[in-house]
């Protein structure tokens, strides 16, 4: 499918994030010119029964009537979840819109996330979507229980929110030379989702030498980028650590990196890294496949 075709695909929840994928979706689309969609899924799975196994405490008769209510109150809140994705989904509409995008596509899907997201990946450029949902709200060190998951499980690049929003207009891009963060360079160098903008190409070995060669030909690759303002950088010491200071000395708005290569970077990422970068530092990573 060309990505002309391919959209920018937001999951909200009504979490505190919400605002803040949207906003992020809203200028991924406004950069590549690709729709966005909105999309809201309702597990009725995750609705716990209201009683444990009651048959040994109550007779037949009562558990009958217990669990002609139970299914009645079940019905009930499917109901109220679906009107609640419905308002959710309007709400997040009209905050599209005011981005200057027209006719966000709404999107209801009944069953688990990774499902959905399953079913939709053939249209996806991108996703965005909130690094804690609902049950890890007030939970400031905690991740979304089914984000790794989701990383694992869908090869297409990973828009991970969890702050405010704020214009991107600086990135990193983690580079250890490795096959995906090749890809990565390519993928910036004709997308123009990173146009415009400041480039901050960052390898951290503690070989001088070795660093220096694995950045020639990325650099190379990326000062051929019209509108990219490109800054190269070699760094010594734990990656984490590095990574982390590095992105505060020079406000970095994103950061790139590949999910789940055969590097340290791979054995981090939904360790000390994430919680590092996207935790402390209150700054969305796109992750790539």
């Excluded at 990574?243 to 505060?248: E, F, G, K, P």
Aim: hydrophobic content about 40%.
């Amino acid at each position: 499918m060309n990505t002309m075709t391919k959209k920018i695909v937001a999951c909200i929840d009504g979490s505190i994030l919400t605002e803040s994928v949207c906003d992020y979706a809203a200028w991924a689309s406004n950069k590549t010119l690709a729709p966005v969609q909105l999309l809201h899924t309702i597990n009725h799975h995750q609705e716990s029964s209201i009683t444990s196994d009651l048959s040994g405490n109550i007779g037949l008769d009562s558990q009958a009537h217990l669990q002609e209510g139970i299914t009645l109150l079940e019905q009930q809140q499917s109901k109220l979840k679906l009107q609640q994705g419905k308002l959710m989904l309007e709400v997040a509409k009209q905050q599209i819109q005011q981005s200057g995008i027209n006719d966000p596509i709404c999107t209801q899907l009944h069953g688990d996330l990774i499902e959905s997201l399953a079913t939709l990946k053939e249209d996806i450029r991108v996703l965005v979507l909130g690094l804690r949902g609902h049950v890890h709200a007030n939970q400031p060190h905690k991740i979304g229980a089914k984000l790794e998951s989701i990383i694992r499980s869908l090869h297409l690049p990973i828009l991970i929110i969890n702050g405010a929003f704020k214009t991107p207009k600086r990135f990193m891009i983690v580079y250890d030379g490795s096959k995906i963060t090749n890809k990565t360079i390519e993928m910036i160098a004709s997308n123009p989702l990173f146009r415009n903008m400041s480039c901050y190409l960052v390898c951290v070995n503690n070989d001088k030498k070795t660093a220096s060669k694995l950045l020639e030909q990325a650099v190379n690759t990326l000062k051929q980028v019209d509108g990219l303002d490109l800054t190269s950088s070699q760094l010594k010491g734990s990656v984490v650590q590095e990574l982390c200071v590095y992105q505060q000395q020079h406000d970095i708005d994103l950061t790139i990196m590949g999910a789940f290569s055969h590097t340290r970077i791979h054995d981090m990422l939904l360790g000390s890294f994430t919680h590092k970068v996207l935790v402390n530092t209150n700054k969305p990573l796109l992750l790539l496949r």
